[in-house]
């Protein structure tokens, strides 16, 4: 699966990541972060990231649902 955990430039990283979900990976956001205030400050960019793959449920790694 892919986290998107401290990626500062989401577009750099975007081209992989499409690949992945088109490989069938699962992803999960902030799994890898140390505290709240972690999670909370890369919320933006995962977001950013959710639409630009066009996440959507199947798309999210089941132990994080």
């Known amino acids: 699966g892919a986290v998107f955990g401290n990626v500062k430039n989401p577009e ?14 699962k992803f999960s ?11 909370l400050k890369h919320l933006e960019i995962s977001q950013k990231c959710i639409e630009a793959l066009g996440l959507c449920d199947d798309d999210i790694a089941d132990f994080v649902k």
């Open 12 to 25: 750099q990283h975007l081209r992989m990541f499409t690949i992945g979900k088109d490989c069938g990976c």
């Open 29 to 39: 956001f902030g799994s890898d972060a140390h505290s709240e205030k972690s999670q």
